[in-house]
Nanobody
Framework: VQLQASGGGVVQAGDSLTLSCMGS????????MAWFRQAPGKEREFVAR????????YYADSVKGRFTISRDNAKNTVYLQMNSLKPEDTAVYYC??????????????????WGQGTLVTVSS
């Protein structure tokens, strides 16, 4: 099982960026997916999660209204659309998939498979 994240880069404050994470080796269409991030010198934190059907989403307060999580089960892929980016959004972003839950939460322990991370740098 592998999750391949992509789409990171260097952008300016106010710009937009879309991250993608494609799974292989297992069909994840029945399971919750999420994005976490880890800023330099900080612990990894929850960003957003989406239910197996895509109908139920939840965001961290810090990104609510600016980020949108979505998924394409036919492609085994989860996305994170990031708008109005701020310097404090600078971090390595990780996608995660639960191997057990249809609707996940904000805890890292609920997710069993992790991508390698993609770096997002937002300059002021």
């Amino acid at each position: 099982v592998q999750l391949q994240a992509s789409g990171g880069g260097v952008v300016q404050a106010g710009d937009s960026l879309t991250l993608s994470c494609m799974g292989s080796g297992r069909n994840f269409s029945s399971f919750a997916m999420a994005w976490f991030r880890q800023a330099p010198g900080k612990e990894r934190e929850f960003v957003a999660r989406i239910s197996w059907s895509g109908d139920d989403t939840y965001y961290a307060d810090s990104v609510k209204g600016r980020f949108t999580i979505s998924r394409d089960n036919a492609k085994n892929t989860v996305y994170l659309q990031m708008n109005s980016l701020k310097p404090e959004d600078t971090a390595v972003y990780y996608c995660a998939v639960s191997g057990r839950l249809r609707i996940g939460g904000t805890s890292q322990t609920q997710y069993d498979y992790w991508g390698q991370g993609t770096l997002v740098t937002v300059s002021s």
